[in-house]
């Protein structure tokens, strides 16, 4: 029997792919996980940004996670997903290669992450999770949303 004084807290976790790297984000800011669609493009938005949709009625502004953490994304396909999270106030849409699972995990599995995990800078990252023969990186999203970005990105 687990001892009682000593919580070990679970998380779900969404994993996704963006080129070769693992990535994951928690389960409760993931609002939806939807096929590709078409976008409008946004004139002045920021080089990260594609542009947004209409997500039943709400216009959500969809970014290029790959682009936006600076790595090589593979070309999008049948597998490429738009996963819709909730950071702060504001619903986006994170294009991704595919997403292959909801993991559960424990707390004390996520490990502080590497200066240079999958070159991706350490401001967006909580952390890194080691399963089987897997590194998977746990996303920020409040960091790799700025809350600047966010305000700006809200319809």
């Keep these: 029997m687990a001892d009682p004084g000593r919580e070990d807290r679970e998380l ?5 792919q963006l080129g070769r790297e693992e990535f994951a984000v928690d389960v409760s800011q993931v609002r939806e ?3 590709m669609q078409d976008i ?3 004139p002045k938005a920021p080089s990260f940004v594609e542009g947004i949709i ?3 009625g709400q216009i959500i502004a969809v970014l290029d996670l790959a682009q936006r953490l ?3 994304s593979a070309d999008r396909g049948s597998e490429t997903r738009i996963i819709v999270v909730e950071a702060g106030d504001a619903k986006v849409g994170m ?3 595919s997403v292959s699972e909801v993991m559960r995990i424990s707390e004390e599995e996520v490990e502080p992450s590497p200066a240079l995990a999958a070159d991706v800078e350490a401001v967006y990252l909580k952390g890194v999770v080691k399963r089987d023969n897997r590194l998977i990186i ?3 999203l409040a960091r790799v949303l700025g809350a600047e970005e966010i305000s700006e990105l809200s319809f």
């Design 40 to 42: 409008t493009r946004m």
């Design 70 to 72: 600076s790595l090589e």
């Design 138 to 140: 746990l996303l920020d």
């Design 33 to 35: 996980i939807i096929r």
């Design 95 to 97: 294009i991704v290669d």
């Design 54 to 56: 209409n997500l039943r």
């Design 12 to 16: 779900q976790l969404v994993i996704f």
